[in-house]
């Protein structure tokens, strides 16, 4: 079946460093959509990318789908303490309807 | 508009026993998808209820069973409940087309002792 692999799984910064996180897909996607997870939270949508070699931005955050359509990343400028949470990648099969498969998530730790 | 509404938002139980849990969508959301979230292996599918119908399901024992009412309201079910069965079980709802966002509720926090 379909895995979605994200990478790394931890990540501690010093507020204000930047920070990326990695999404891979074994199949091709129909599209990409991100979650942010804050600690004791639920998911939260963020934003979904569909085109091949789509690139999104929301404040400091930019996110790029690959042009295969198999990768994805999210990168954010000048860290802050808000931005701490788990950040997910998930992605649909381009393969009829199907569902949506996470990766396991990226947390991010930023220290003042 | 309200969001997704979970309930019981925590729950004990003991080996062996029962538990429901259950799901409020979004007014107007008629897809409501059911995940287990637990620290080693992230949010894994368990199923999702379209119209009153399972449309897809995750690699899950018959344990596991969920079912869907008319006004999208959705339950969980987990029978003969084991240790491994403590996780967060989070649902989220959509307008049910293909590829939607999910939009999640706060989960149920259940412990099995």
């Known amino acids: 079946g379909q895995q979605v692999m994200q990478i790394p799984q931890y990540q501690h910064v010093q507020e204000g460093e930047d920070f990326t996180t990695y999404c891979n897909s074994s199949?091709?996607?129909?599209?990409i959509q991100w979650y942010k997870q804050r600690p004791g939270g639920h998911p939260v949508f963020l934003i979904q990318l569909v085109k091949s070699g789509e690139v999104k931005k929301q404040k400091r955050l930019t996110f790029q789908f690959g042009e295969a359509k198999k990768n994805s990343s999210l990168h954010i400028t000048a860290t802050q303490t808000t931005d701490v949470g788990t950040y997910f990648c998930?992605?649909?099969?381009?393969?009829?309807?199907?569902?949506?498969?996470f990766g396991k998530g990226t947390m991010l730790l930023v220290s003042p | 508009k309200a969001g997704v509404t979970q309930t019981p938002r925590y729950l004990i139980k003991t080996r062996g026993q029962q538990v429901t849990l259950s799901c409020s969508p979004i007014s107007g959301h008629r897809s409501v998808s059911w995940y287990q979230q637990t620290p080693g292996q992230g949010l894994q599918f368990l199923f999702e209820y379209f119209s009153e119908t399972q449309r897809n399901k995750g690699n899950f024992p018959g344990r596991f069973s969920g079912r869907q009412f008319s006004n999208s309201r959705s339950e969980m079910n987990v029978s003969t409940l084991e240790l491994g069965d403590s996780a967060l079980y989070l649902c989220?709802?959509?307008?049910?087309?293909?590829?939607?966002?999910?939009?999640f509720g706060d989960g149920t926090r259940l412990s099995i002792l």
């Open positions: 199949t091709t996607l129909s599209n």
């Open positions: 989220a709802s959509s307008l049910g087309l293909s590829n939607q966002p999910q939009h």
């Open positions: 998930a992605g649909y099969s381009n393969s009829g309807y199907s569902t949506l498969t």
